[in-house]
């Protein structure tokens, strides 16, 4: 059992490109989350979904958008990347909303 | 509004105990939870407290105090490996789109 999976592990981009960060679970958890984690700042939320079909925004949504085709997907795009988008971006799920989180190993992104 | 304080460094000695605090103020509660991350990698989960007490778990102990927004992680035996950052982070049920408020962390450094 993988858990949660998250790709790419690492990626450059060029600021203005689009970028899809990919994360699956196979634990068949209702809820999943987007958070991106930065220096100082701590882990903040940017979108969530507490079933397939719905979504919702967190604490720092802009220049994010999310979709929930099915349980195990829950992909984050950056429609036009910009530099201070440069994160570590974790995805996280539960059983249900705001019960015990279990984290992705993470997505370093620089935007240069 | 929601603010959760930790310090932000500690150092602390092989085999000793050390103690992490964590004060919260949210507009509701619903539960505590500890997690750990080591550098470069996901947090993950090392206990939860919703009820006022002590929760043991092995080598660490966890306590809350809901009528003082308090809460601490308990390390005793502290081993190299137990190096890394520890987020505390409240479960606050009037927090609309923020299920999770996360503490900016706390990292601990084990010295010989």
């Known amino acids: 059992i993988a858990g949660i999976t998250q790709a790419p592990t690492s990626q450059i981009l060029a600021a203005g490109r689009r970028m899809t960060l990919r994360c699956t679970q196979d634990?068949?958890?209702?809820?999943m989350y987007w958070y991106r984690q930065d220096l100082g700042l701590g882990l903040r939320l940017i979108h969530y979904s507490n079933t397939a079909g719905t979504t919702g925004k967190g604490e720092v949504p802009d220049g994010y958008s999310v979709s929930r085709a099915n349980t195990d997907d829950f992909p984050l795009t950056l429609a036009s990347a910009v530099p201070s988008q440069t994160s570590v971006y974790f995805c996280?799920?539960?059983?249900?909303?705001?019960?015990?989180?279990?984290f992705g190993p993470g997505t370093r992104l620089t935007v240069l | 509004g929601q603010n959760i304080d930790q310090p932000t460094e500690m150092t602390a000695t092989e085999g000793a105990i050390v103690q992490i605090n964590c004060t919260y103020q949210t507009s509701g509660f619903n539960g505590l939870f500890w997690y750990q991350q080591h550098a470069g990698e996901a947090p993950t989960f090392l206990s939860y407290?919703?009820?006022?007490g002590l929760e043991e778990k092995g080598r660490f102990s966890s306590f809350l105090s809901r009528s003082k927004g308090y809460s601490y992680l308990l390390l005793k035996e502290l081993q190299m490996k137990d190096s890394a950052s520890y987020l505390c982070a409240v479960r606050d049920p009037f927090s609309g789109n923020t299920p999770l408020v996360f503490g900016k962390g706390t990292r601990l450094s084990v010295i010989a």
């Open positions: 407290n919703v009820l006022d």
């Open positions: 634990m068949r958890h209702n809820a």
């Open positions: 996280a799920s539960s059983v249900g909303h705001a019960d015990t989180q279990y």
